[in-house]
């Protein structure tokens, strides 16, 4: 079985603070996909990172960073610099080898920064 | 060029009754899955289609049904709607190839709200 758990629900900073936001997935498959979505208001997903299963490599683009680790079966989100415009809820999602189409979300971890 | 739309944006309708949703994917793209968001929750799967096929199905029940067409859009269909099916129906479409995964681009959903 898949599962994503996102235990920070809301979190509030204030703006050019860092936030890290949790991610922590459960699969038995030793190919799987990992990936974070942003949803604004608006309601559309924005795709901002994929990272596959044999790819520990952090990565960072912009003020994003994402760190992989295997062993704890996590795949945090940093923002450093927070600003306003990154309000929004965000989410982590999973999908694996025999589907690859089919993702499995987080529940979400809303992100307030404000001014 | 064009994302994933879907049509309607908005709609409401009443216990008992019927309701189709449309998905036109990015062009070139083979793939669509559907998604069903209740507030304050993440996507949950529901459908995913390929040439015309059914490829994966999610925990939902018969009421649900969905098709492809050959231009490869797609429509969702609800019937005997229940208050619990309000939510955001979001569309993703992607480019699966044999060599693996794609990422999925997700159009802007359609909020159905069932009174």
């Known amino acids: 079985a898949q599962k994503v758990t996102q235990a920070q629900t809301e979190i509030s900073v204030v703006e050019k603070e860092d936030v890290t936001l949790d991610c922590v997935y459960e699969?038995?498959?030793?190919?799987?996909?990992l990936f974070w979505y942003k949803q604004p208001p608006s309601g559309e997903l924005v795709f901002l990172i994929r990272?596959?299963?044999?790819?520990?490599q952090n990565e960072i683009s912009g003020r994003y960073s994402w760190n992989f680790q295997k062993s704890t079966s996590s795949f945090n989100f940093t923002i450093t610099a927070s600003q306003v415009v990154d309000s929004a809820v965000y989410f982590c999602?999973?999908?694996?080898?025999?589907?690859?189409?089919?993702?499995?979300f987080g529940s979400g971890t809303k992100l307030n920064v404000k001014p | 060029d064009a994302g994933v739309t879907q049509s309607p944006t908005h709609l409401i309708k009443t216990r008992g009754q019927q309701v189709t949703l449309r998905c036109s994917p990015i062009s070139g793209h083979k793939s669509v899955s559907w998604y069903q968001q209740v507030l304050g929750q993440g996507p949950q799967f529901i459908f995913q289609?390929?040439?015309?096929?059914?490829?994966g199905r999610g925990n939902f029940p018969d009421r649900f049904s969905a098709r492809q067409f050959p231009n490869y859009s797609s429509e969702l269909n609800v019937n005997a709607l229940l208050l619990g099916d309000s939510a955001l129906y979001l569309c993703?479409?992607?480019?699966?190839?044999?060599?693996?995964?794609?990422?999925?681009?997700f159009g802007p959903g359609t909020r159905l709200t069932v009174l």
């Open positions: 993703a479409s992607s480019f699966p190839t044999g060599a693996g995964h794609n990422e999925q681009f």
């Open positions: 990272r596959n299963s044999f790819d520990e």
């Open positions: 699969t038995r498959d030793t190919t799987y996909y």
């Open positions: 999602a999973l999908s694996a080898a025999y589907n690859f189409n089919k993702f499995y």
């Open positions: 289609y390929y040439e015309k096929e059914e490829r």
